[in-house]
């Protein structure tokens, strides 16, 4: 279960976009990373624009290249929208499907809870993060993961805002429908990525 363990601060500053849900945390956004500062704007080719929308939707749901590449494949291969495809199949993990519900803070903490044993889904423990959830799962928590602080605080507000393919009832959330386009609230164009593994 390979992931990214380095610095996330930086790649946060190197796509302009706090990826982690930091918040208040995140710590000069607008200065891309280097120890020497800004080097100045640099005008960005379609070829360079597609790849760092590649590189945040990576980074976003905490993907690796190599995974990256295989849900492409997966995309260019069905039939209908290849980016919408592609953002389903992303939405459809099941640490994004957690950090969604609200279970989590944000989607590393959805992943270290699923990588824990943390999560059932249909009443079976799974540990892992790439899972696909389908229509009809009843996803929940272990009574050992609702103890913890963060997870308790998070399971008591009311205000949380799940997206309409999910539906959630105090701890246990159900996958009503495959996640459509309008339900990613985050800024990303998945024409640009399609275009550049098309190339």
Excluded at 26 to 31: A, E, K, N, P, S
Excluded at 36 to 45: I, Q, V
Excluded at 116 to 121: A, I, Q, S, T, Y
Aim: charged fraction near 30%; hydrophobic fraction near 35%.
């Amino acid at each position: 279960m390979a992931k990214y363990n380095g610095p996330k601060d930086r790649l946060s500053r190197r796509e302009g976009f706090d990826l982690f849900g930091k918040g208040a945390k995140l710590t000069r956004l607008t200065v891309p990373p280097g120890m020497h500062g800004p080097k100045g704007t640099r005008m960005s080719s379609q070829y360079g624009r597609q790849l760092r929308e590649k590189q945040k939707v990576r980074r976003i749901y905490g993907v690796l290249e190599r995974q990256f590449k295989r849900y492409i494949g997966q995309a260019l291969k069905s039939r209908g929208n290849t980016g919408e495809v592609l953002i389903s199949t992303l939405e459809r993990r099941l640490d994004n499907t957690i950090y969604r519900l609200g279970f989590a803070p944000s989607r590393p903490a959805a992943r270290q809870l699923v990588g824990h044993r943390h999560v059932l889904v249909d009443g079976e423990k799974v540990n892992i993060p790439s899972f696909q959830v389908r229509a009809g799962n009843i996803i929940t928590l272990t009574t050992k993961a609702m103890e913890i602080p963060s997870i308790k605080k998070l399971l008591s507000e009311e205000d949380h805002k799940v997206p309409s393919w999910l539906a959630r009832k105090a701890a246990v959330g159900k996958v009503v429908s495959k996640p459509k386009r309008e339900d990613i609230m985050e800024p990303i164009s998945e024409q640009d990525i399609v275009e550049f593994y098309s190339r």
